[in-house]
DNA sequence: ATAGTATTTGTAAACTATTGCATATTTTTT
DNA sequence: AAAAAATATGCAATAGTTTACAAATACTAT
């Protein structure tokens, strides 16, 4: 078994109490046995047991983060994981990681009870990366016991908490407004599932840019939000064939965007001469693809690391009497190559 | 603060200790007793707090988890993760998930401080794969105090641990027999770095593949792992000036690979009539490459599930006698469309 | 009725660390 | 030298749970 004040304490002749405030206390300790106490807690590696401080102190330095684990959003998720994780190392705070099933509802009760089980361990709070349908059945625990919880990426509507995302309406208007500026008038958007708030606000940005332009040519498409190659190629084959073709398409995803490819050279369209693309998120594949995709670049770091402050703040209680905050990035259009003016 | 045992206990007029044995003990209760207790538990939400019984039990259910957060393996990586976090999940178990800086040493003093804490919060054991470098300045810790632990995917040679990855050299082999069967006789090999032991097995099953049907004229060149696209690019760019011209490139890696197919399109060279490319990892995007990526489909759930169940064997004691173990999936070749029979 | 057994509950110690209060020791002041 | 003040340490309670052992109660057998 580990080391514990106790073994220091008798190895010194010193009672546990004075051991404990020659190693951290700040009350007055003969200079000489905290330099001895000092001595032997290193000699034996001692250190300080947590889960008896986090007993006194009511907080664990731990908290839960659920996230999905859909392979569309890994590298995003990665990305807001990591900036979650820089911060909370800032205050030597800790992270422990569930991934939940996206689309498994059996999954629900294994997730509930998971959720049961960080509480038992005392967590400090939640961070939450809702899945597609928001399903909040495993968050009514959180919220009866009013732990401290930061929503990321997408927002339920009927719970009142904090948020941290990306401004989808700007990055939906951000490229609907360059396709347009070069010349496109007919411009289709695939966008992501109705039941995804991000997927619907891109779209709303979207065609409120096609709007204000004068655009009513405008095919928008719901469609599922992953690379579900099938699906989407078919839809976009759909799109291209009607009349007149539209010269861009904005999708509401990255990968979404690779499938669009894909239909494109299948219907011997070059990419940007013939079809503009542009897509969302700035994953890797972006970079990958060929040629390199325009993009919208969202900010998975920062929104990580924000989401962490946030949380950490209300867990401090410093802003008990704030109403919930809403943090939105503004997504930037990065250009690369798969946008060009429309043809003829 | 949250109700407690003697929250419940003054409520019933009985002792903690009685409270607590009719929640969970095994020893006899009058039954009215236990269902009295029961319903006022759940009456005031009662939970146990993990915390102390950690303290009593020398168990947190908790185990640390290092991972690299390169953006070239994140879909690799989360597979892994999602396999541990399944696993550890059966067990009533929970990741505690460190993600660490690649390249930069300066972090590795962060990281140490990150053990640290991990260690004074008492988690169990730890889950590591080891960045390219193999910089065990962090694992001394946890090796010093006998913390179990066990290396995913990256081995590194002078440390003692259970490990638990690819059979990389499988899956070199299985590649270059593959392209050599269907007649190509002039393969390239675009390697991973020499510091990567992965990268390395995997040239090696590759060169003995060929090394055992007579090819001699091989390339291998050793690169950047990622998908750091100018330097593959260029790289491949050399590879292809080469005469006679490879007709095929096997790549350490799914990210390399569209670098390759970058710089066949920029040479005019066809996928797969011109020029075959085979990767490694079967990552999303060599679904989404058009053509579709044949390359060697590693298993990181399993790697995930099987790390965390040898973690928890480990944990619990049981094979304290057996010496470290290493299990290595069999990668499995998965057949797209980027691979052909030699031109001419 | 009494002894003996079985059942149920309580007491107290354990785990580990922190902290208010009391005590013991040393130093300073008169 | 005695009193007062300052310093250093210990005691015991606290947090929340578990568990060996003791005590109390109920029940059975003689």
């Known amino acids: 078994m580990a080391v514990a004040l106790k073994d ?3 190895r010194v002749n010193l ?8 190693l951290r206390g700040r009350s007055e300790i003969a200079p000489q046995t905290r330099q001895l106490v000092q001595q032997i807690a290193e000699e034996l ?14 907080r664990t330095g731990t908290v839960g983060v659920i ?3 859909s392979v569309h959003c890994s590298d995003f998720c990665m990305q807001v994981l990591v900036g979650i994780h820089t911060q909370l190392g800032e205050m030597d705070c800790h992270a422990i990681c569930l991934w939940m099933e996206e689309l498994d509802v059996e999954k629900d009760v294994q997730l509930a009870a998971q959720i049961h089980s960080l509480v038992d361990k005392r967590v400090d709070g939640f961070i939450i990366y809702p899945a597609l349908d928001a399903r909040e059945t495993y968050i009514s625990e959180i919220i009866e016991r009013h732990i401290p919880m930061v929503m990321v990426d997408m927002e339920l509507s009927d719970i009142q908490s904090d948020f941290v995302g990306t401004d989808d309406f700007s990055g939906g208007y951000q490229a609907a407004a360059y396709l347009i500026n070069l010349g496109h008038t007919r411009i289709a958007c695939l966008a992501g599932p109705k039941m995804s708030s991000t997927a619907v606000v891109r779209k709303e940005g979207f065609l409120a840019a096609a709007a204000e332009h004068g655009l009513e040519a405008v095919i928008a498409e719901d469609s599922y939000f992953g690379s579900d190659i099938n699906t989407t190629v078919l839809l976009t084959e759909r799109i ?7 010269t861009a398409i904005f999708c509401a995803n990255d990968p979404m965007a690779s499938s669009v490819y894909k239909a494109a050279r299948a219907a011997k369209l070059r990419i940007p001469e013939d079809l503009s693309v ?3 998120a700035d994953m890797e594949i972006a970079r990958l693809l060929d040629p390199a995709l325009t993009t919208v670049r969202q900010n998975p770091y920062q929104i990580g690391v924000s989401a962490a402050k946030i949380l950490i703040e209300r867990i401090s209680g410093k802003n008990d009497q ?3 905050q809403r943090i939105m990035f503004r997504p930037e259009l990065i250009i690369r190559e798969s946008v060009g003016i429309p043809p003829m």
């Open 8 to 10: 220091i304490a008798e």
């Open 15 to 22: 009672s546990v109490a004075t051991v404990s405030r020659a």
């Open 45 to 58: 590696k001692y250190r300080p047991n947590q889960l008896a401080r986090s007993i006194l102190s009511g």
């Open 67 to 69: 996230f999905p684990h």
């Open 240 to 246: 291209l064939k009607s009349n007149p073709r539209p």
């Open 278 to 280: 542009i897509g969302f």
């Open 322 to 324: 704030l109403k919930p």
